[in-house]
């Protein structure tokens, strides 16, 4: 069964501060991983989408890393701000459809004062 | 661009009554689909539209119908609301059912649904 998990569940920073959230998955076959941001009340953004072949992503302060071998992906959030509290939704893609997206359950992130 | 937007953002049922939910996409995007998210799960695929008179489901489709008449608009229908259908309800839309390349979903801000 696709699996992606998570971690950690949730985070308390501080203003300014850098952060990592983690991602791994089981999926096959592997197309491209999303990372998505949902504030509270809110529908999910995209912040970014990374295929195979590409090892970071930048968007802004949110920098994305994937490694295909050992599965895993990372979140990095750079000089955080208030208004990057959120959950930060993690998704991979199985065999290149929409319909086949597997959803991690997210990380909250607060960032305080 | 209004992008994609549902209606209500909240509803309240009582068991076994039926409503519809509604999403409208103005981004002329050949993909929609429903999600619903519960609290501990990560969101899961109801019915999904690969273009208008098409649709198919996804992972979670019982006790949900779904038709697509036209490009922009694909509603939800609860057939008989259960107390299990209490969650938040997303709609997705994408320029292609492929997600190869550049091709996010964009969703709306959801509707929360309570069946007491």
């Known amino acids: 069964k696709n699996q992606v998990e998570q971690s950690p569940q949730s985070l308390i920073i501080l203003e300014g501060k850098n952060c990592t959230l983690q991602?791994?998955?089981?999926?096959?076959?592997?197309?491209?991983l999303r990372w998505y941001k949902q504030d509270t009340g809110r529908g999910p953004v995209s912040l970014t989408i990374?295929?195979?072949?590409?090892n970071t992503k930048s968007n802004g302060r949110y920098t994305a890393t994937l490694d295909a071998d050992t599965k895993q992906s990372s979140l990095h959030i750079t000089a955080s701000q208030l208004s990057d509290s959120a959950s930060y939704i993690c998704?991979?893609?199985?065999?290149?459809?929409?319909?086949?997206?597997?959803f991690g359950t997210g990380t909250r992130l607060q960032v305080t004062l | 661009n209004a992008g994609v937007t549902q209606t209500p953002k909240f509803q309240v049922l009582k068991t076994g009554q039926s409503m519809t939910l509604q999403c409208a996409q103005d981004m002329n995007h050949e993909y929609m689909s429903w999600y619903r998210q519960d609290p501990g799960m990560g969101l899961r695929l109801i019915h999904y539209s690969v273009g208008a008179g098409i649709t198919d489901q996804g992972e979670v489709p019982n006790g949900y119908n779904v038709s697509r008449s036209t490009t922009e608009d694909f509603p939800l229908r609860l057939l008989s609301a259960a107390p299990s259908q209490t969650s938040v309800y997303f709609c997705?839309?994408?320029?292609?059912?492929?997600?190869?390349?550049?091709?996010?979903?964009?969703f709306g801000n959801g509707t929360r649904l309570t069946v007491t």
């Open positions: 997705a839309s994408s320029y292609s059912s492929g997600t190869g390349g550049n091709s996010p979903l964009h």
């Open positions: 998704v991979v893609s199985a065999g290149g459809t929409a319909s086949k997206l597997t």
């Open positions: 990374m295929t195979f072949s590409e």
């Open positions: 991602c791994n998955y089981t999926v096959s076959p592997f197309s491209n």
